[in-house]
């Protein structure tokens, strides 16, 4: 009950109890006051001290109220601030227990950690934190600026821009730069910034700049075996089929059934050799267009969630051109952390009570239960030790196709021959092959 009241909380937080208000109340007042100092001084050049009391005297009531609404509106996130304050601490006022805090395994990749935050930063399309946090947490030179180095901070950005970090080479996952300032790559900036105008665009319901996008990098796409431009075509041509009372669109020719079917004959033609049947579906609904509902093709236009799931379709294609993963790193990390968090603490406290401690190293000593959008790699038990394979104890499979772990296949090794554990097969330990799961 406490976590579900914290989470009602947290919602009213963030949805009604929010600064835009209160900033908008500030730039009011500063509108108002503004207004009132060029009237002033106009009126002071002309010596009319009549206007100049006059101004001063309307200007009273129109600043009270903005102040009142100000403080009305401070009062609204204050309020929703203690409320959620203290819901939160009697959500956490039943603590489990305390992790060991004597070793931190993360303190020889603080680089690690701060990339991760900046990336994250960048991927969320907040450049300019992302840009200040990188050069704060980049170690600063301790030498002396000799007179020859006191130029001007933008000569100086402009040359460390131009010539000693790469602004235009983008940055992947799978390269982990000990200077942060990599990241500040212009190119990479560009990318996550049209990334969210399309984004944008699809949360508008307007799909016409992600087809392009996709258009663009067709070739990459077929590549991998996306079906992203099709399913934006797909969408495109049901949207248009709804016709003006539905997509809002202007009431023309290429809107409505007559306009889908232009659009499919222009854009579905490339798409025959794989989206054959998916296309004649698409063309079966037109004998139902007055009814659509009673058709057999009722589901395939249901589009209640279709723009979310092609954005995070395009999201993940786009994402993955550009070498990065679909999701930011950090934000699956602390969320399986937090997670995991409970249970680990349990399992110290009860382990800590029993006397005995925690002797695996690079894995946790139980199961943590994980959405499956968090479940990235396989995992192996050997049938014969019941142990889980690690780096060092890789799966290997046998000719015969059953699959042990190499320490397992070395104890029922004599000579260079075994017998496998689970048929009359036989073999040289040379055949057995190491696998990848």
Not at 230 to 256: A, M, S, Y
Not at 294 to 317: G, K, M, N, Q, W
Not at 360 to 383: D, G, W
Request: proline share 5%.
């Amino acid at each position: 009950m406490a976590y579900l009241q914290l989470q009602k909380d947290l919602e009213k937080l963030t949805g009604s109890a929010k600064l835009a208000d209160a900033v908008e109340d500030v730039d009011e007042i500063i509108k108002l006051l503004t207004a009132a100092r060029n009237k002033v001084a106009k009126a002071q050049e002309a010596g009319d001290t009549h206007t100049m009391s006059l101004t001063l005297t309307k200007l009273q009531n129109p600043v009270k109220e903005q102040i009142d609404g100000l403080n009305t509106s401070l009062k609204h996130v204050y309020k929703a601030q203690n409320e959620f304050n203290k819901s939160l601490k009697t959500a956490c006022s039943k603590g489990m227990g305390a992790l060991p805090v004597e070793v931190d395994p993360m303190a020889s990749h603080t680089a690690l950690i701060n990339r991760a935050i900046a990336m994250h930063l960048l991927r969320e399309g907040q450049f300019g934190v992302a840009s200040t946090f990188i050069n704060e947490a980049q170690p600063q030179p301790q030498t002396a600026p000799t007179p020859h180095d006191q130029q001007s901070p933008s000569i100086l950005q402009s040359h460390m821009a131009s010539s000693e970090y790469p602004t235009d080479t983008l940055i992947t996952d799978a390269d982990i730069p000990s200077d942060l300032t990599a990241l500040q790559s212009q190119a990479l900036q560009s990318s996550f910034a049209d990334m969210y105008s399309i984004l944008s665009a699809l949360k508008a319901h307007n799909l016409l700049p992600a087809i392009n996008w996709a258009r663009e990098n067709c070739i990459e796409l077929e590549a991998r075996g996306s079906n992203l431009e099709f399913e934006l075509c797909k969408l495109q041509f049901i949207w248009l089929f709804k016709g003006p009372t539905v997509n809002g669109l202007p009431d023309t020719r290429d809107n409505g059934v007559q306009g889908a079917l232009q659009y499919a004959r222009i854009n579905f033609g490339r798409f025959q050799q794989r989206h054959l049947r998916e296309i004649q579906q698409l063309s079966g609904a037109m004998v139902y267009s007055q009814d659509l509902e009673l058709s057999p093709y009722r589901s395939i236009f249901d589009i209640s969630v279709a723009f979310e799931e092609v954005a995070s379709s395009f999201t993940r294609e786009f994402c993955s051109l550009l070498g990065l993963s679909a999701e930011s790193p950090l934000y699956v990390a602390a969320t399986a952390g937090a997670l995991a968090l409970p249970r680990l603490v349990k399992y110290n406290t009860k382990a800590k009570a029993k006397g005995t401690e925690w002797t695996t190293a690079q894995e946790l000593a139980f199961e943590t239960p994980l959405p499956r959008s968090m479940l990235y790699h396989s995992i192996f038990v050997c049938p014969v030790s019941k142990e889980q394979t690690t780096d060092d104890n890789p799966p290997v499979i046998l000719p015969c196709g059953h699959v042990l772990a190499r320490e397992s296949l070395q104890r029922l090794t004599k000579g260079n021959r075994y017998k496998c554990p689970y048929c009359p097969s036989e073999g040289i330990v040379k055949d057995a092959k190491e696998i990848i799961l």
